[in-house]
């Protein structure tokens, strides 16, 4: 080799060892500083988690992700007051589209009805009782919409109480927690169902590369650089937040084919087409499990509680309820194998809504369902969902949730509609 030659591969060398060295020195920093201050560990920490920890909620969105305001939920800002709050599960918060077509703000941009969203998953009545407190303390809404979802809110609840052993006032006569572990001792109800979902579905979702998983989950640079991401996304962009695009019908159709019909069932309406989940749904509707009744009771009980605490403070509460894919889709199944679950699913869902109803009845509260304007949408040949197995509500089913909530009493009589 030329001098010359050797003189340029000492700079290269040199130049890659500077660079080697400044990443690491950054990441040494960064480490530090994550180590001394909490609030730097939470914008910089490794993994993905897009939830914080919360003493009483279990979790909390995280203020940093690109579309959240300070508080961590989807929302533009945090408001000092605002005429609507919306609390809800990821139904509400609006997995699969963006923060804007989520119903909640739907409601805002197109009826005219300013409305602040409260909603993150995990979350179950018993949760939307901390919420609304939390609501009615600080953001003077004049209505508070509780959107209650069977297909897990149940669940939730009885995991605040029972498992987290939160809210010890609602236990019967304040007693110890009964025994609810019916089945498997210490299984949540769904668990063994949903993770048969997983195993069948695993793999169609199109994974991150390995790289940026290990990056992920060991450096704190790749935090900083997440954070930047993000923070330009709050900046630039008015609509910062994922929306999915509808699978490859093809991977659907294979998935499903290997698939048991009461995990992953195929249902056609007119030419709206989708894929439902009987067994892993059905699983926290079933009120023959002792956990899903008291998972009821309790949200029975967190509502109530509200709707007083609301009416104290001149504060409407409406309850809208939002029915699983699977009820919207029933009147399409036919005599498949997973029908029977289907047809199960959709008594207990209705057994659940009748107790929601008697609730509202005896306190006259205000009770909107979005069930008819969902299979009215099939109907008309559109689907208000994706078409594969996901359930929450595309785009379009956001907009007939939001377009049910405007016809509600409580909206109508706000004095600032357009």
């Known amino acids: 080799m030329s001098d010359r030659g050797r003189c340029m591969a000492r700079r290269i060398l ?55 305001d300070t508080a961590g939920f989807r929302n533009p800002r945090r408001p000092d007051v605002v005429p609507v709050v919306a609390i809800g599960d990821s139904q509400t918060f609006g997995v699969g589209v963006t923060r804007q077509e989520s119903w909640p703000h739907v409601l805002g941009n197109e009826h005219g009805i300013p409305t602040y969203s409260m909603a993150y998953g995990g979350y179950g009545p018993t949760h939307y009782l901390v919420l609304g407190r939390e609501a009615l303390d600080e953001l003077d809404p004049r209505v508070i919409v509780v959107a209650i979802y069977p297909g897990n809110d149940l669940v939730d609840s009885w995991r605040m109480v029972h498992e987290r052993n939160q809210l010890q006032e609602f236990l019967p006569d304040g007693a110890d927690a009964p025994d609810f572990t019916a089945g498997q001792p210490g299984e949540p109800p769904p668990q063994s ?61 294979a998935t499903v084919a290997n698939a048991d019909p009461e995990m992953l069932l195929p249902v056609r309406a007119g030419a709206v087409a989708t894929v439902l989940t009987p067994g892993a749904r059905r699983a926290v509707v079933d009120l023959s499990d ?41 009147l399409w199944v036919d005599t498949t194998d997973g029908a029977d679950l289907v047809r199960q699913l959709v008594d207990d869902e209705s057994r659940i809504w009748g107790e929601f109803t008697a609730l509202c009845d005896d306190l006259a509260v205000e009770c909107v369902s979005a069930l008819g304007g969902l299979r009215s949408a099939v109907q008309d040949g559109s689907n208000p969902y994706f078409s594969d197995w996901d359930g929450h509500p595309s785009v379009l089913g956001h ?20």
């Open 193 to 253: 169902e949903w993770l048969r979902l997983r195993e069948a579905t695993a793999g169609t979702g199109g994974g991150v590369g390995s790289l940026r998983t290990v990056l992920a989950r060991h450096t704190r640079l790749y935090g900083f650089a997440r954070a930047v991401k993000r923070t330009a996304a709050r900046s630039f962009s008015s609509d910062a937040g994922l929306q999915r695009a509808d699978p490859d019908p093809e991977v659907v159709r």
């Open 290 to 330: 002792a956990r899903i009744r008291e998972g009821l009771r309790l949200s029975l009980e967190a509502i109530r509680a509200l709707h007083l605490e609301a009416s104290r403070a001149g504060v409407r509460v409406v309850v809208l309820m939002l029915p699983t894919k699977e009820n919207v889709f029933a």
């Open 399 to 418: 907009r007939v949730i939001a377009a049910t909530v405007a016809a509600s009493a409580a909206i109508r009589d706000l004095p600032i509609r357009p």
């Open 14 to 68: 040199f130049i890659a060892l500077a660079i080697v060295l400044s990443v690491v020195a950054v990441e040494v920093i960064l480490r530090i500083a994550a180590a001394a201050i909490p609030e730097v560990d939470a914008v910089l920490g490794t993994g993905t988690s897009p939830t914080v920890p919360d003493p009483v909620l279990g979790h909390r969105p995280a203020p940093q992700m690109s579309d959240s």
